[in-house]
């Protein structure tokens, strides 16, 4: 059931919904128009573009306010892999604002209406995580886009979680770049308030919850790059990646409780 709301909330939830969709449907369409009429455009950067617009429309649409801190352009002229914690559906959103990708998501979402056809269009990277077929499928699919000089962004946790605890991360996704010489990036995200993560919920209600908040303030802390080396087997990397983003996730924190919330909050 979702909380009672005030005034303010009951004009925002709708307003924030209908802007979602129809901003979604309008640069889905725009994109299409835009890839079909010029066949020589570069289509690699075409659609980091309007990923990164849509993603950008959406934070400013439900009052996301990010405070980003560490370079987010680090490698991305070559292949990287962006490795976040989980926390919100909030995080598909900034990723595809600051790291704009291939996105590697569970199978499920594929078949969902609108989303689904979207995130298909974003070369979004499916995994069944019960197949083994799928993450070898997956393991393929991430190596080629990092070989293609392009970023793929993951959770490795699986799925969301409440807290700043980064959970044990699944080692399929890091066979793809383990000692491979790529680039990965350990970013650290931390919410103000629990109310902002998903969890537990249908996205549905996620979305609707959040529609309802004035503001949502999120600091997202980009670490160093770590080279996936001769040196780094799966394991090693895997060790050494999680311990780098949860670093991150408690700088993020104690940027929040240092920093001064923007207006309206």
């Known amino acids: ?30 994109h299409e128009v835009h890839e079909r009429s010029r066949p020589g455009v570069n289509r690699d950067r075409l659609l980091e573009s309007y990923t990164r617009r849509w993603a950008r429309v959406q934070l400013r ?14 490698g991305a002229n070559q292949g990287r892999l962006v490795v976040m914690n989980h ?13 704009p990708g ?15 056809a979207v995130a298909r269009k974003a070369r979004t990277i499916f995994v069944d995580r019960g197949d083994a077929q799928s993450g070898a499928r997956v393991i393929r699919e991430i190596r080629r886009e990092l070989t293609a000089g392009r970023t793929v962004v993951i959770f490795p946790e699986g799925t969301t979680f409440l807290g700043d605890e980064v959970r044990p991360f699944h080692k399929g996704a890091f066979a793809a770049v383990a000692r491979t010489g790529h680039l990965v990036l350990p970013v650290g ?42 040196t780094l087997g799966t394991d090693a990397l895997v060790k050494k990646l ?20 923007p207006p309206g909050r």
Do not use: C, K, N
């Open 189 to 230: 995200v931390a919410y103000d308030g629990d109310d902002a993560h998903f969890f537990e919920e249908t996205f549905g209600h996620h979305l609707m919850r959040m529609a309802a908040r004035p503001r949502t303030r999120v600091a997202v802390h980009v670490g160093h790059p770590v080279v996936a080396d001769r």
């Open 1 to 30: 059931m979702l909380p009672a709301m005030g005034v303010g909330a009951a004009i925002r939830r709708p307003l924030r919904v209908l802007g979602f969709a129809t901003s979604t449907v309008g640069l889905y369409a725009a």
């Open 242 to 261: 999680h311990e780098a983003v949860q670093a991150q996730v408690i700088d993020a924190r104690l940027a929040l409780r240092s920093s001064i919330p």
């Open 61 to 74: 649409l439900f009052g996301i306010h990010p405070e980003v801190v560490g370079d987010a352009r680090a």
């Open 87 to 99: 926390r919100s559906a909030i995080d598909i959103g900034l990723s595809a604002a600051l790291f």
């Open 102 to 116: 291939s996105l590697v998501s569970r199978g499920d979402i594929s078949g969902w209406p609108l989303l689904g």
